[in-house]
């Protein structure tokens, strides 16, 4: 699991790699990841936008920004969580992602959190250390 904390804001990246959606045959490989945002602050705050970073064993980068996660923009008061789980297919059989959260507080104030970066590894991606 992968841990990162912003103003009290904790968000964690499980990633699971998905043989039944992957052909390593055509070089097509997935993952899911389920994410929790926890609030652990005092205030209420509510997720509008993501900003992602997703790069692949070649080293080639794609963006993804958008409204929200999976549809929603959740609100967490405090001591509240909200988990959702994702997809994210590679041409490779490795690779990460990270990304930050765009928050908005009760008051208005906008700020970022930190989605941890998280490693993508498919059992096909053999390392060798020497």
Known sequence: MYRAVTRLIEVTVEPNFMPERSSVDKGQYFWSYTI????????TVQLRTRHW?????TGRKQEVRGEGVVGEQPVLAPGERFEYTSGVPLPTASGFMTGRYQMVNESGEKFEIDVPTFSLDSPDNKRVLN
């Open 36 to 43: 929790v945002i926890t609030n652990s602050g005092n205030e």
């Open 53 to 57: 970073i997703i790069t692949d064993a």
